[in-house]
């Protein structure tokens, strides 16, 4: 399996720190809002990541955090008139629903900054004990000139940097460039620290949790590509210099999701919250997954229509073959494997293992769908279409999609045999009304 390492800016083989086993973290949302799709895009992207690597039978170790404190919490309580607590609260909740309307799990460790504020404190008073960060009047602010490879994942030049920085007049930084590790304030939730009350700087709170929860290096750090700068940057600088390492093994970043040609944001105007898609959230998942998770998207109502399409054409194979042996009381019999079945699973795999180009798996998903519609309309062994809906079942749970079929009652059977028999006799009258009923009950 090959990765693109956003760190070296290259492919690199997977070879996990722990054999079996991989530990990942992803940078979860600020709790004061709905989130939009452009947020659900690293949602969908490495949710699949984790299935793909279960798939493959390691243990998955998934990590991903609530911020929930920070400034906008602060402004939506004022706004709301209430506390900080009930904002995020909503909002986790909110964002929670969010996951599994996209068929996301949410089944993971989900650490909230607010839980881990000892611990932010005492790695923040390490920092400043060894000299990497200094006080100044109750703010502490990360030393960025200790660390000789800073700009390197963002591949930015430090002197660039700095001549490119605007500079206060009453700056209390020693470089312009240096970070804010812990921000002296009473308004809103504050905790009291050896610098007096306030609460930590966005920048220090992932790679203190990351620090507790798994104690060494991870294996993948993820999030979407607008994090790399000054975010993800400002997490390994501290790695680096406390712990000497990058703090993950790869650095693995999905493009953006634009809408209108511009970048989707709550602060830039056109959005499309998730709690309000009106879609079927299997073509949802599938228009986020036919580009390369590295590429941007354009998100338009056209192109979302064009991949219901696409997904009822998916399902309507997959549900045709299964009432097919279902209603041949096949569906308990041994698979047959064919040799094209053999092929689009080996494209599955391959496309997987390059760097997850789940575009290319959507390509062998469609193709078995045209080798599903040949079998529909011709005699095969039933062996052989179950193996096809088995090859389904493990594109199906790798991507996130889902497909509601469950085995017919004898009544169903009945009501089924008697529309086909109707039809045979051209008793056009009676097999309507027993097309109808099969309808309603979502059996065709």
Same mark, same amino acid.
């Given at each position: 399996?090959?990765?693109?390492?956003?760190?070296?800016? %290259?492919?690199?083989?997977?070879?996990?720190?722990?054999?079996?086993?991989?530990?990942?973290?992803?940078?979860?949302?600020?709790?004061?809002?709905?989130?939009?799709? @452009?947020?659900?895009?690293?949602?969908?992207?490495?949710?699949?990541?984790?299935? $793909?690597?279960?798939?493959?039978?390691?243990?998955?170790?998934?990590?991903?955090?609530?911020?929930?404190?920070?400034?906008?919490?602060?402004?939506?309580?004022?706004?709301?008139?209430?506390?900080?607590?009930?904002?995020?609260?909503?909002?986790?909740? &909110?964002?929670?629903?969010?996951?599994?309307?996209?068929?996301?799990?949410?089944?993971?460790?989900?650490?909230?900054?607010?839980?881990?504020?000892?611990?932010?404190?005492?790695?923040?008073?390490?920092?400043?004990?060894?000299?990497?960060?200094?006080?100044?009047?109750?703010?502490?602010?990360?030393?960025?000139?200790?660390?000789?490879?800073?700009?390197?994942?963002?591949?930015?030049?430090?002197?660039?940097?700095?001549?490119?920085?605007?500079?206060?007049?009453?700056?209390? !930084?020693?470089?312009?460039?240096?970070?804010?590790?812990?921000?002296?304030?009473?308004?809103?939730?504050?905790?009291?620290?050896?610098?007096?009350? @306030?609460?930590?700087?966005?920048?220090?709170?992932?790679?203190?949790?990351?620090?507790?929860?798994?104690?060494?290096?991870?294996?993948?750090?993820?999030? @979407?590509?607008?994090?790399?700068?000054?975010?993800?940057?400002?997490?390994?600088?501290?790695?680096?210099?406390?712990?000497?390492?990058?703090?993950?093994?790869?650095?693995?970043?999905?493009?953006?999701?634009?809408?209108?040609?511009?970048?989707?944001?709550?602060?830039?105007?056109?959005?499309?919250?998730?709690?309000?898609?009106?879609?079927?959230?299997?073509?949802?998942?599938?228009?986020?997954?036919?580009?390369?998770?590295?590429?941007?998207?354009?998100?338009?109502?056209?192109?979302?229509?064009?991949?219901?399409?696409?997904?009822?054409?998916?399902?309507? &194979? $997959?549900?045709?073959?299964?009432? !097919?042996?279902?209603? &041949?009381?096949?569906?308990?019999?041994?698979?047959?494997?064919?040799?094209?079945?053999?092929?689009? $699973?080996?494209?599955?795999?391959?496309?997987?293992?390059?760097?997850?180009?789940? #575009?290319?798996?959507?390509?062998?998903? %469609?193709?078995?769908?045209?080798? &599903?519609? %040949?079998?529909?309309?011709?005699?095969?062994?039933?062996?052989?279409?179950?193996?096809?809906?088995?090859?389904?079942?493990?594109?199906?749970?790798?991507? @996130?999609?889902?497909?509601?079929?469950? #085995?017919?009652?004898?009544?169903?059977?009945?009501?089924?045999?008697?529309?086909?028999?109707?039809?045979?006799?051209?008793?056009?009258?009676?097999?309507?009304?027993?097309?109808?009923?099969?309808?309603?009950?979502?059996?065709?």
């Amino acid at each position: 399996m090959k990765i693109f390492n956003s760190y070296s800016n %290259q492919l690199e083989e997977f070879v996990p720190i722990h054999k079996g086993i991989v530990n990942m973290y992803v940078c979860g949302p600020t709790v004061y809002n709905y989130i939009h799709i @452009g947020n659900a895009r690293p949602v969908i992207f490495f949710d699949t990541v984790r299935r $793909y690597f279960e798939f493959r039978d390691y243990k998955v170790n998934f990590v991903s955090n609530f911020t929930d404190v920070d400034d906008k919490i602060i402004t939506k309580a004022l706004e709301l008139e209430t506390t900080e607590k009930e904002v995020t609260d909503q909002f986790i909740a &909110a964002f929670l629903r969010d996951v599994e309307k996209v068929n996301s799990s949410t089944d993971y460790l989900k650490p909230r900054v607010t839980d881990y504020m000892d611990h932010i404190i005492e790695y923040i008073g390490i920092l400043v004990q060894k000299g990497y960060a200094y006080e100044t009047d109750g703010d502490v602010y990360f030393r960025v000139e200790n660390v000789q490879e800073y700009g390197k994942l963002s591949n930015r030049n430090i002197d660039d940097l700095i001549s490119g920085s605007r500079i206060d007049i009453n700056d209390k !930084k020693e470089n312009p460039l240096d970070f804010t590790l812990w921000k002296k304030t009473e308004i809103g939730i504050n905790f009291e620290s050896p610098w007096g009350r @306030g609460r930590p700087g966005w920048h220090t709170e992932c790679v203190a949790m990351i620090d507790d929860i798994f104690g060494e290096q991870i294996d993948i750090h993820g999030g @979407g590509s607008g994090l790399m700068f000054p975010h993800h940057e400002n997490e390994i600088a501290q790695s680096l210099v406390l712990n000497h390492h990058h703090l993950a093994k790869y650095w693995m970043h999905n493009g953006l999701l634009n809408i209108s040609g511009n970048k989707m944001s709550k602060s830039e105007g056109e959005i499309v919250l998730v709690k309000d898609l009106i879609i079927d959230s299997n073509a949802f998942r599938l228009f986020t997954l036919s580009t390369h998770y590295r590429s941007p998207i354009n998100y338009s109502e056209e192109v979302l229509a064009s991949y219901e399409k696409e997904w009822e054409k998916l399902k309507r &194979a $997959y549900t045709s073959l299964y009432l !097919k042996l279902d209603l &041949a009381d096949a569906l308990y019999e041994n698979a047959i494997i064919d040799p094209d079945l053999l092929l689009i $699973y080996k494209d599955f795999l391959s496309a997987m293992d390059n760097d997850f180009n789940t #575009p290319n798996v959507i390509t062998a998903l %469609q193709d078995l769908t045209k080798i &599903a519609n %040949q079998m529909l309309r011709n005699k095969t062994e039933n062996g052989v279409i179950l193996s096809v809906i088995k090859l389904f079942d493990d594109i199906f749970s790798v991507l @996130g999609l889902r497909v509601d079929v469950s #085995p017919l009652n004898s009544s169903d059977k009945e009501t089924y045999h008697l529309w086909m028999k109707a039809r045979d006799d051209k008793d056009f009258d009676k097999a309507d009304i027993y097309r109808n009923i099969l309808q309603e009950k979502g059996i065709i």
